[in-house]
């Protein structure tokens, strides 16, 4: 996710006001930081991997002159942490300085065509690319705006960016595409940031940046423009009535909620992977004789519906295996041919970790998936693919899972294509839905909020709630079930639909609440089976269904209407009105929802 600064003040030396700033962004990153200010002609920059607070008691951070800079805070996504990786960068004369947040896509054919020309790179990041772009720009003569603007017609990806140049000692330049960039407006002090947390300390007057804008930061101006053609925009100020913790969560009450919300764009970043990791991982896959796929907790849930994805996409039987079980249940199997690929949104869970050093020193091939770059699990996987979600700091994991399942469903359809078993047909139809995701994401969260809401009211006495699901949707069962429980603390059950007359069916009685989550795949005709034989013994049926299933929304005692999906992706959707509804259970129960009790983030005790 990273947080960026930019900030110009009339007196005195910028950097000190920058380091506060970038304190009060280090929720959306910490594992390196940097300052770059201009100071007699120069940029000076001082950067490390670590927290904030200790790269500035080793390089004196606030110690830099200059009235005019840019900070970085880092959550890695392009090179693990280290003193080169981190931000700010520089461009080949060191006279532009640029801090990134988000993601440059085609950042490898760049850099390619940055090489030819004769530049030299410092670092594994995509970002420095845009420092030499700029760079190339102007030696054609154009200003700092127009070379910024001109690169960014080149660039596919997600940025906000703060520039200084040594040319035009007097202005921050910025541009936003889907991450965000805010100006702070004060008396003598000019700011933009990625939140308005940074800045708020100092003043409440925010100009909002747009996709598509960039802009001049100066003492006593900032101008926007359209990157496509510099046509000017007027936009004036907003006065923000925010607490710096309020802005931090982007007005939300909790961050469980903003990272709920959030979805629609962390699933865009999940689908931006780095191809030659995947494809890397894809071969591995693919030599594997046993391929397993593990985790713990809700990354397991994300391995469980991996395997139906691996199973039907590419026909590849991948067993989801809970990572605590894996060597009691499967070590003396382990050799040379087995191939593990571990789910693990920190890659720091003791439980998986532990199970994989098993496997690697029976010479299994190692392979991750992982929100956390310089994770433990990044360093003993052969090879890794990072899902991109920025940390997540609401103790369930909500945001996290979702990526978690994009990136699983990409590596599958690059399976899938590498053994030729999708026509192109299927190809092309799965490629639209996977760009259709983040809005469609974005709708389910929206519309199942207030229904959700009106259920938590009424379920929020229930002293036990069942969740059914079959085939890919028994993953969002149990996926449902675990977030529910674990904010609302009331006792619930998942199951495979299938298995509900075995055993669970017996527990129903008058009023019983049963969450059925039945998309429209080749399950359904059967779970509608299901729903009546609960339905006969008393069961309030919820159900989560296709909006024009007719038959099912029949059926149900409340229904909760979804838009039509692939199959395959439902899990995405389906999922995230459970998510809410444990978060509106929490509050209507009085539990803390970004804190529920006993739970640890990362859990590295076996
Ligand atoms: C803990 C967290 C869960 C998480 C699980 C696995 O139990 O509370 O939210 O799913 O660990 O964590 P990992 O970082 O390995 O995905």
Request: charged share 20%; glycine share 8%; aromatic share 6%.
């Amino acid at each position: 996710m990273c947080g960026i600064v930019g900030c110009i003040v009339a007196k005195g030396n910028v950097a000190p006001i920058i380091f506060e700033c970038l304190k009060r962004l280090e929720y959306r990153g910490y594992d390196s930081a940097g300052i770059a200010t201009i100071h007699e002609g120069r940029i000076l920059v001082r950067k490390d991997a670590g927290k904030l607070s200790e790269i500035d008691a080793k390089l004196d951070l606030k110690g830099l002159p200059g009235s005019i800079g840019i900070g970085h805070t880092r959550w890695a996504t392009h090179g693990a942490p280290s003193q080169a990786n981190a931000h700010p960068h520089l461009d080949g004369s060191g006279t532009i300085a640029v801090v990134h947040n988000g993601i440059i896509e085609n950042f490898m054919e760049l850099k390619r065509e940055l090489l030819e020309l004769g530049h030299t790179f410092r670092s594994k990041t995509d970002t420095e690319v845009v420092a030499h772009l700029i760079q190339e720009m102007m030696k054609k003569g154009m200003d700092i705006l127009t070379a910024t603007a001109e690169t960014l017609r080149k660039v596919k990806g997600s940025y906000s960016l703060a520039i200084i140049h040594t040319g035009t000692p007097d202005r921050v330049i910025l541009a936003r595409n889907e991450s965000p960039l805010i100006i702070g407006i004060g008396e003598g002090f000019m700011f933009a940031a990625s939140d308005a947390a940074a800045f708020l300390p100092y003043t409440d007057k925010a100009v909002y940046l747009e996709n598509g804008e960039v802009a001049v930061l100066k003492i006593d101006e900032y101008k926007i423009f359209k990157i496509d053609d510099l046509r000017s925009v007027n936009r004036s100020h907003v006065v923000l009535k925010w607490t710096v913790e309020e802005a931090q969560k982007a007005g939300f009450p909790h961050y469980t909620l903003k990272e709920i919300y959030e979805q629609a764009q962390t699933v865009r970043e999940a689908l931006r992977l780095q191809l030659t990791y995947v494809d890397l991982v894809v071969e591995l896959l693919d030599r594997g004789r046993d391929v397993f796929l593990l985790g713990a907790g809700t990354s397991y849930h994300a391995c469980l519906a991996g395997s139906y994805i691996f199973s039907k996409l590419a026909r590849l039987s991948a067993y989801p295996v809970i990572a605590s079980e894996f060597v009691e249940n499967y070590g003396s199997s382990i050799g040379v041919d087995t191939v593990i690929l571990a789910v693990s949104q920190s890659g720091e869970t003791i439980d998986v970790l532990n199970a994989l050093e098993y496997a690697r020193l029976r010479a299994a091939t190692i392979l991750g998936l992982t929100n956390v770059v310089g994770s433990t699990l990044t360093r003993i996987s052969r090879a890794y693919v990072l899902q991109n979600s920025g940390p997540e700091i609401g103790v369930a994991a909500t945001k996290t899972f979702t990526s978690q399942l994009t990136a699983l469903m990409f590596l599958a359809l690059r399976l899938a294509r590498k053994r030729g078993k999708v026509s192109q047909a299927e190809m092309d139809a799965l490629q639209e839905d996977l760009s259709n995701l983040p809005s469609l994401v974005n709708k389910v969260v929206k519309d199942s909020e207030p229904i959700v809401k009106e259920i938590a009211k009424q379920l929020s006495n229930a002293e036990l709630l069942l969740f059914l699901g079959r085939g890919i949707s028994y993953a969002t069962a149990l996926e449902g079930r675990l977030k529910v429980m674990e904010l609302s603390y009331i006792p619930c059950i998942a199951y495979p639909a299938g298995e509900s007359k075995h055993g669970p069916i017996s527990i129903i009685e008058e009023g019983q609440p049963v969450f059925f989550v039945a998309p429209r795949d080749e399950t359904r005709r059967y779970i509608i089976g299901n729903v009546m034989e609960m339905k006969a013994r008393g069961a309030r049926a919820i159900i989560t269904c296709e909006r024009d299933d007719d038959e099912l929304q029949g059926l149900a005692d409340i229904s909760i209407p979804m838009p039509p999906t692939n199959p395959l992706l439902s899990p995405i959707l389906y999922t995230i009105p459970y998510q809410l509804l444990a978060y509106y259970l929490a509050l209507e129960r009085g539990n803390d929802p970004d804190k529920p009790r006993n739970l640890a983030k990362s859990v590295t005790v076996l």
